[in-house]
């Protein structure tokens, strides 16, 4: 079963053995507001955990998107490079950004569970 594990930057990964799929959280859109752009990585692409990866725009500002893990990036939502939307519609499912095969199997673990990342995201929010 896939696991849902949080980053400080609200970036989430859902994680299926050793691979992670990878997307915003549901407060990062909501505080960004609508989404206009978003810039995505190459396949084949290697990140490092906390490197940047990409871009997203809204109609409020511009952020930079940070890797919650270290891996090679196996697959984009290419669908979303022209439906940057999906991100506010549906940041689990739609919003999705990329797909990487999870390099170090321990760091994983140094991320939030969503109970944890929701205590972190209401204190922020304050």
Do not use: C
Request: glycine share 4%.
């Amino acid at each position: 079963m896939a696991t849902l594990k949080f980053s400080k930057t609200h970036e989430w990964a859902k994680i299926d053995a050793n691979i992670a799929v990878i997307g915003i959280s549901d407060h990062a859109q909501k505080a960004l507001g609508d989404i206009v752009f978003i810039e995505l990585p190459k396949i084949g692409a290697k990140l490092k955990a906390n490197a940047q990866f990409g871009t997203i725009e809204s109609t409020k500002a511009a952020s930079e998107l940070y890797s919650p893990l270290s891996g090679e990036v196996t697959e984009i939502n290419k669908e979303l490079l022209n439906n940057p939307q999906w991100v506010n519609e549906s940041p689990f499912e739609r919003g999705w950004m990329i797909k990487i095969k999870v390099e170090n199997s321990n760091e994983p673990s140094s991320l939030m569970d969503e109970a944890v990342y929701k205590e972190f995201a209401a204190k922020e929010a304050h």
